[in-house]
C-alpha cells in the first residue's frame, strides 16, 4: 500500500462490494438483481452501476410486485430502470394468485406469498445467481446468512449447512437447477447506507423524507392510510409529519414521526436509534421470533 493511502470506512465497504459484484459478473451465467426501489437496492444498483461503468450493468433488474406497494415507489422503480436502460423484470404475485399456485387468505399480507413468485421466475428465467440487499444488522436470521448462500433445487435455504468463506474466497459452486443468492451489503450498516446515499447522492422515493401524511396508529405502529389498509372500528386516522425507515408493502409497512428532510437528516437521526428498522416498522416480521428464518428457508429474500 503507498504510505498514507488509506481508505476510509465507507471507502472499504464500496470495494468490498464492487469486488462481490464483478466476482459474480465473472462466474456465474445468469446473475440478476432484485430491485424493488428501496434504499438498499437503490445502493445496490448504484454499486453495481459503478462496478461496470461506463458500461451497461450486464445482467437484468428484477422485482417482484405483490401488487400492494406504494405509487411513489413503483414510479421510481420504473424510472430507474428507465434512466439507465436496464432491463426490469416483474414477477408479479397476481399472476400466481390468478393461477392457483398460491392463495390468498383474507386479512393477511402478501408477504409471504412473495416466495412462490420469487423462486418461479428465478427457475423460469434460469438466474443462477440473485444479488440480494439484504444485510445483517437488519433482523436475526439475515445476520446468519453468509455473502454467497446456497440455495437448493427447491430454493431452500439451510441456515446450518452453509458454506465456509474465508477473508473474501466466494464459494459459487452449484448444480443445474439450484441457485447461489449473493448479499453484497452484508457488512453494511443501516447508518453506512445513509451516509453512502449522503455521499454519492442516491436518489431515492420521496417517502424516505419527512412529509405530511395520514396515519393509523396499529399495535404501536404508525401504518400509512391508503388503498390497502384503513382504519378499523375504533382506530383514528390523524395527519402527522412521518418518513419510512424500511419500504414494503403499503399494508404492513410502518413510518415513524420525523422532521429529517435529507439524507444529512437522516443519519443524525440514524446514529442515536435504538431500534431497527424492521423491528420498528415491519407488522410482518412479528409474527413470531423465528418468522424471518422460516421464510427464509422456504426461498424467501
Keep these: 500500500m503507498r504510505a498514507g493511502y488509506e481508505l476510509s470506512h465507507l471507502d472499504a465497504l464500496e470495494a468490498e462490494s464492487v469486488h462481490i459484484i464483478r466476482e459474480v459478473a465473472a462466474t456465474f451465467e445468469r446473475p440478476v438483481l432484485l430491485f424493488s426501489g428501496g434504499k438498499d437496492s437503490a445502493v445496490m444498483l448504484e454499486l453495481a452501476r459503478r462496478a461496470f461503468w461506463p458500461a451497461p450493468l450486464p445482467f437484468p433488474l428484477m422485482h417482484i410486485d405483490t401488487g400492494r406497494n406504494f405509487d411513489e415507489v413503483i414510479n421510481f422503480r420504473d424510472q430507474t430502470a428507465e434512466r439507465l436502460g436496464a432491463q426490469l423484470l416483474v414477477g408479479r404475485v397476481q399472476d400466481d394468485i390468478d393461477a392457483g399456485r398460491v392463495t390468498e387468505v ?94 454519492a447522492e442516491v436518489a431515492l422515493p420521496s417517502l424516505y423524507y419527512a412529509h405530511r401524511r395520514k396515519v393509523i396508529e396499529r399495535d404501536g405502529m404508525l401504518l400509512a392510510d391508503n388503498r390497502f389498509l384503513t382504519a378499523q372500528p375504533g382506530e ?14 403499503a399494508d404492513c409497512t410502518g413510518c415513524v414521526e420525523s422532521e429529517a428532510a435529507n439524507a444529512t437528516d437522516v443519519i443524525a437521526e440514524t446514529a442515536v436509534t435504538r431500534l431497527t428498522e424492521r423491528g420498528a416498522t415491519r407488522a410482518d416480521d412479528r409474527i413470531s421470533d423465528s418468522g424471518m428464518e422460516d421464510r427464509k428457508r422456504e426461498g424467501y429474500f
Design 106 to 199: 383474507a386479512g393477511e399480507t402478501r408477504n409471504r406469498l412473495q416466495t412462490a413468485t420469487l423462486l418461479r421466475s428465478i427457475r423460469e428465467e434460469r438466474f443462477d445467481a440473485v444479488f440480494g440487499g439484504a444485510r445483517r444488522d437488519e433482523e436475526k436470521a439475515r445476520a446468519k446468512e453468509r455473502v454467497f448462500s446456497f440455495r437448493d433445487e427447491f430454493g431452500a435455504w439451510d441456515p446450518r449447512a452453509q458454506r465456509p468463506e474465508v477473508w473474501s474466497l466466494y464459494n459459487g459452486a452449484h448444480r443445474k437447477g439450484e441457485h447461489i443468492r449473493v448479499f453484497p451489503l452484508s457488512n453494511w450498516t443501516e447508518l453506512d447506507i445513509w451516509e453512502y446515499i449522503d455521499r
Design 236 to 249: 383514528k386516522v390523524f395527519e402527522t409529519t412521518v418518513r419510512f425507515r424500511t419500504l414494503g408493502d
